[in-house]
């Protein structure tokens, strides 16, 4: 059965840091580029972060740039969010999900159950 | 970066109701646009690819079209389990943006 499962939110002062983890099975992992989308509390979903199969291909939204960091071990069959330097704005339903790319387009076909971050003092 | 507007932001409607939900991007997208479906506190599913390519195992009411700014969702006969909030979303160029949603009441 193809699955992502998040872990790792917790609350977290602002200003502190954090580190999200998806472990994949089912699929090929390293085959597949790889997706964060954060749903903050009765908000919609932001794209936040992807990152190629090879991770030779990185793209981050602009409220997170400079701020986060997404990777992959390919080898681990993991996914990665290193959260630095984190604000209220960032209390959100993080979820994993993966890439599927087609001709002339990719969407994101496989989403993880979420791990819920809040960002509080 | 590519601004989306979707509309409406909610739609009251009833069982077996003919519903359309409009996404409009900033700039030309060619068909570089996906429709997910949220319940509530569920993660999204994908519904529509590539404006207009049905997931398989997408009941069939759910139709896309659309191309370049303008796009549309149509579900043909509204079923109970339709009632949720949709999303249109480009990938036609990062940032990958999401409209802001569409939730479905009764």
């Known amino acids: 059965e193809v699955q992502l499962v998040e872990s790792g939110g917790v609350l977290e002062q602002p200003g502190g840091s954090l580190r999200l983890s998806c472990a994949a099975s089912g699929f090929t992992f390293s085959s597949y580029s790889m997706n964060w989308v954060r749903q903050a509390p009765g908000k919609g979903l932001e794209w936040v972060a992807y990152?190629?199969?090879?991770?030779?291909?990185?793209y981050y939204a602009d409220s997170v740039r400079g701020r986060f960091t997404i990777s992959r071990d390919n080898a681990k069959n993991s996914l990665f969010l290193q959260m630095n330097s984190l604000r209220a704005e960032d209390t959100a339903v993080y979820y994993c999900?993966?890439?599927?790319?087609?001709?002339?387009?990719?969407?994101?076909?496989?989403w993880g159950k979420g791990t819920t971050v809040t960002v509080s003092s | 970066d590519i601004q989306m507007t979707q509309s409406p932001s909610s739609l009251s409607a009833s069982v077996g109701d003919r519903v359309i939900i409009t996404c409009r991007t900033s700039?030309?997208?060619?068909?570089?646009l996906n429709w997910y479906q949220q319940r509530p506190g569920k993660a999204p599913k994908v519904l529509i690819y590539?404006?207009?390519s049905l997931l398989s195992g997408v009941p069939s009411r759910f139709n896309g079209s659309g191309s370049e700014t303008e796009f549309t969702l149509t579900i043909s006969s509204l079923q109970l389990e339709d009632f949720a909030t949709y999303y249109c979303?480009?990938?036609?160029?990062?940032?990958?943006?999401f409209g802001q949603g569409t939730e479905l009441e009764i």
């Open positions: 990152i190629s199969g090879s991770s030779s291909t990185i």
């Open positions: 700039q030309r997208i060619r068909s570089y």
């Open positions: 590539a404006a207009s």
């Open positions: 979303q480009q990938s036609y160029s990062s940032p990958y943006t």
């Open positions: 999900a993966r890439a599927l790319l087609v001709p002339a387009n990719y969407y994101m076909d496989v």
